[in-house]
């Protein structure tokens, strides 16, 4: 099954320095360059926001946020798509979007709208998950990076690794639980059911997964088989079988 087409409306004169103020810098991410960003559309002249994102190819999440929030006023198509469900080219979607079970990102993925998964939301490294709206899934897994304009709410478990990215929320961050394994997690505020006994690192809502006291913690809160110990007698989570229970927690 595949997205309908979003057609791109033309724009204002001003639309990017509108846009650009708007926006403002991005508290995690790299800068962006609306030049560019105009640049490139002016030479590839896509018809279809889907083929925008195509056309900026490798583009980082900040750019590939600009050029979702140039387009956040364009008309809007919901679509659904039955689950499981992987994104296996850059795609560009305006419009609100539900996945009916997990959704898997190889490659990047643009929501102009919001962004609802019932199952996981699995993402890869050097992968760009950037949403204009609110995000809501079951659980999520990231080691790539994640631009949401709105909020994100997780109803169980949010776990990062790899920290060449990060998870990047303008808004609120609410979630059953969130573990982080040096993965930067930053929403304004983070809020978790469950809560380290002593903060870390990453604040008091995240479990740090490579924290001394906070690894003594988890395999008392968490249900078994989701931790286990390494072949240095050390805490590991597994974030595969953590974002798979439902609830992890005891």
Known sequence: MSLPESVLPPLAADAFATTENALGEL?????????HVQSVLEEKKPTTFDGAVKALGSAGSSTLAFVASVYKDAPRTAATLAGPFIVTEPTGHVGDLHVQGDLTLEKSLVVVG?????????????????????VRCRAMHTSGWVT???????????????????????GPITAGLIVSDDHLI?????????????????????????????????????????????????????????????????
Request: aromatic letters at 6%; charged letters at 30%; proline letters at 8%.
């Open 27 to 35: 508290p995690c991410g790299p800068p962006y360059s609306a030049r």
């Open 114 to 134: 919001d962004l609802t998964v019932d199952g996981v939301l699995h993402d890869g490294e050097h992968t760009k998950l950037v949403v204009v709206g609110q």
């Open 148 to 170: 949401i304009i709105g909020g994100l709410t997780v109803e169980h478990a949010l776990y990062g690794r790899y920290n060449d990215d990060s998870v990047e929320v303008l």
């Open 186 to 250: 930053y929403g304004k505020p983070k809020t978790a059911k469950l809560r380290p006994s002593q903060g870390g690192a990453w604040g008091p809502d995240t479990f740090d997964a490579r924290d001394r006291a906070h690894k003594a913690e988890l395999p008392k809160v968490l249900v078994d088989g989701i931790t286990s110990l390494d072949e240095d007698g050390e805490v590991k989570v597994d974030g595969e079988k953590l974002v798979a229970a439902r609830p992890p927690w005891k």
